[in-house]
């Protein structure tokens, strides 16, 4: 099975400030057929259903804002957001779909500081 | 537009059966498969399997054999997860997603098994 470790666990960020969040896969996830990572990014807040933020690693959903973005190849990603917001705050996991078992990291919790 | 709609919560007694339901809407249902996770109390995401919905051929992810079935009705667009002789560690948000990239999800079901 491919694991995702992401870092950090947690992380406060103010509010209009850079935050990251990285994740690393144990193998390569890259698809062959369009030579694009299979990885996504969700944004999960307090009681409701994970939302798709990026997909092949670094596109990004549609209507998705602009300061959210992902990157990295091979096995390392990252997700960036530009400018911190207070709506921003939730629970982000990355997500390889490359192979069976499809599997998660293990969540970073974003707060503001 | 695209719309999972998944049945309500749960509450069930060790042993019993549940089955949890998957309404989709807004899209032609066999193109997509469906996904299923399970979300502990307080847990991260975890992947349990995916389901066909051109052959309904389903694929269990390792720990999600035996008690758990996914199933499909067509005629419904309707994605089905049973799971038999519940226990209590499977007390979880149960969540429906379609295919890759898990682009649109149900808004969970959560199911409570106590005596």
């Known amino acids: 099975d491919i694991v995702m470790t992401q870092s950090p666990d947690s992380l406060a960020v103010s509010l209009g400030e850079r935050a990251t969040i990285n994740c690393k896969s144990s193998?390569?996830?890259?698809?062959?057929?369009?030579?694009?990572?299979?990885l996504a990014w969700f944004q999960q807040k307090p009681g409701q259903a994970p939302e798709l933020l990026i997909y092949?690693?670094?596109t990004r959903e549609s209507g998705v804002p602009e300061r959210f973005s992902g990157s990295g190849s091979g096995t390392d990603f990252t997700l960036t957001i530009s400018s911190l917001q207070a709506e921003d705050v939730a629970v982000y996991y990355c997500h390889q779909y490359h192979s069976s078992p499809h599997t998660f990291g293990q969540g970073t919790k974003l707060e503001i500081k | 537009q695209v719309q999972l709609v998944q049945s309500g919560s749960e509450l069930k007694k060790p042993g019993a059966s549940v089955k949890v339901s998957c309404k989709a809407s807004g899209y032609s249902f066999t193109i997509y498969a469906i996904n299923w996770v399970r979300q502990a109390p307080g847990q991260g995401l975890e992947w349990m399997g995916w389901i066909d919905t051109n052959t309904g051929n389903p694929t269990y992810a390792q720990g999600f054999t035996g008690r758990f079935v996914f199933s499909l009705d067509t005629s419904l667009t309707t994605a089905y997860l049973q799971i038999n002789s519940l226990e209590a560690e499977d007390t979880a948000v149960y969540y429906c997603a379609r295919n890759v990239p898990y682009d649109f999800w149900g808004q969970g079901t959560l199911v409570t098994v106590s005596s």
């Open positions: 193998q390569t996830i890259l698809y062959s057929s369009n030579n694009k990572n299979s």
């Open positions: 092949w690693a670094s």
